[in-house]
């Protein structure tokens, strides 16, 4: 199936051709959108966020309540389901008022709040990316070293550990960097880096089957994992 999103509607092409359409309410546009495999938030014009699931038939439904965020979105991102999980449970949001919030998207708090942060400059764009370190175990999130790598660890074995790490781009070139609880969503140990002068655009990718942040400003980062720590090269 396809999600097309435009600033009318939301235009869901069915595997068979089916097409259901969702019209956004008179006099709003779709203002930004975050997609994964079956979760998909939009903000509306003046700060209104929709969000919608795939139920297990294969419906897009919307939730039946929408929060309102008192000013505008700039940037919005949800992260992939999880292995062996129904969905994603943060949405990340940038907002004008110079701040980034994490809503909620469990059921049982659904568009609630969880935190937020000041920010000292408007933001530009947000990405949340799941790092792993020395190895990715998709049951138990462990994994033990191939037999090359123990070889130049002169036989050691490494678990691997998940971050989740969000990444703040701001419109002066400031790229913020920071952890994110997989439990609270509580954002603690906020770093900075200043890229260049322009505005820093963030992307979410896959360099040798990991994940990865390219943060675009000046010139093009790169943030990526190796073994136990995690490098920001241009």
């Known amino acids: ?135 990715e175990d998709p049951e138990n999130n462990k994994m033990k070293l191939t037999p090359e790598e123990q070889l130049k660890m002169g036989g050691a074995t490494i678990e691997a550990h998940i971050d989740l790490i969000l990444h703040i781009g701001l419109v002066n070139g400031v790229l913020l960097r920071a952890t994110l609880d997989p439990i609270t969503g509580e954002i603690t140990d906020t770093r900075t880096r200043y890229l260049g002068p322009r505005a820093v655009s963030l992307h979410r990718v896959q360099i040798a089957n990991k994940n990865a942040c390219l943060a675009v400003s000046t010139r093009s980062w790169l943030a990526y994992p190796y073994q136990t720590r995690l490098h920001l090269t241009s």
């Open 1 to 135: 199936a396809l999600v097309q999103i435009y600033p009318a509607g939301i235009r869901y092409i069915k595997a068979d051709g089916r097409v259901n359409e969702w019209k956004a309410p008179a006099k709003r546009l779709i203002k930004c959108s975050a997609v994964n495999e079956r979760q998909i938030a939009i903000s509306l014009s003046g700060g209104v966020i929709v969000y919608f699931e795939m139920d297990p038939s294969g419906q897009l439904e919307e939730y039946t309540e929408r929060k309102e965020m008192r000013c505008d979105v700039i940037s919005m991102h949800l992260g992939p389901v999880p292995k062996g999980k129904q969905r994603n449970p943060f949405l990340a949001l940038a907002l004008s008022d110079q701040t980034v919030r994490v809503i909620s998207l469990d059921p049982n708090d659904c568009l609630q709040p969880r935190t937020m942060q000041a920010l000292p400059a408007l933001p530009e764009s947000v990405c949340i990316v799941e790092f792993s370190f020395a190895g």
